[in-house]
């Protein structure tokens, strides 16, 4: 069974030697991505939505350089910096995560480098 | 391969859209579930032991409305708020995490919302 | 589909009811794994870089006992307990993960138990 790395331009480079998702068997994980611009790597959003926003983007980005989409999520793993951020953050979430049936979901609430507010992976199992 | 959502009124309620859990293929990935009363909301339990039990409950409904247990759990993700805890959790989680094969675990310390001390999300590989 | 543990006297012995790792078909969940010594129990290196090394090693032979490697894994879910350490565990982690295709990864900031500095986890799909 062939291991893919998936890799574009379209979402942030990764800071070390990890991929943006990589695709085994039917199984596609995307690595942690937060709301850095992809061109510049500067952040994106001067609040938790807009960097919510951000981070979406480039998550949509990574998985439809692998074929993939939401729709084929099971997981999202959401790591935020605040608790008072939960409902600005599932505003914005609500909005874009998709029709159901949509995936799990753990949120907790982690230290994060810098500015950062978001980071979300996402496991998916492809058809 | 088709997706489908776990919803029973015996877990509590997502506060967002997303699924108490998700099945594609022979993967079904539960929720990160807290210490509520399903009917209520209320948190149940005054300490982590306490919750760690209603927690529990709420994984196996969800499990139990997908046709599965915590027997085909292959890693159990635990979130505490406080390393003084981890005495008093692993003493309620050894009663009942079942027998052997256990799945793996991964422990980490975290932030919750509110008066929450742990919360546990579980992935499964069905038959 | 049988579910499987791994248990080798090469990695620390888990302090609760769970396993080092565990397979059920194609997929292998290794426990989040920490610097301490298999013998010992005495945590191995002064600082996150050493500490990773060790938990490297310890994460190296729970996949050798189940007969994968880091090859095989899809996602490395690392924990932090401090931004500045970012960059010096980068350096060894860069070092240790392999060759392409490289896993995905998501690093957080958490709290961890007494002086540990690194928790590292793996998801490996199986050939």
Do not use: W
């Not at 409902?87 to 874009?96: S, T």
């Amino acid at each position: 069974m062939s291991k893919t790395a998936v890799s574009t331009e379209n979402a942030p480079k990764p800071p070390a030697k990890f991929s943006q998702a990589v695709r085994k068997g039917n199984l596609l994980q995307v690595a942690g991505q937060v709301a850095f611009d992809p061109a510049t790597g500067a952040i994106v959003g001067d609040d938790v939505a807009g960097q919510t926003r951000q981070t979406f983007k480039n998550i949509e980005a990574v998985l439809a350089a692998a074929g993939s989409s939401l729709a084929d999520a099971i997981m999202v793993r959401v790591y935020l910096t605040d608790t008072a951020h939960f409902a600005p953050f599932n505003e914005v979430y609500d909005e874009l995560i998709g029709d159901e049936p949509q995936p799990a979901r753990t949120t907790v609430y982690v230290g994060l480098p810098g500015e950062l507010l978001v980071e979300i992976d996402v496991l998916c199992v492809l058809d």
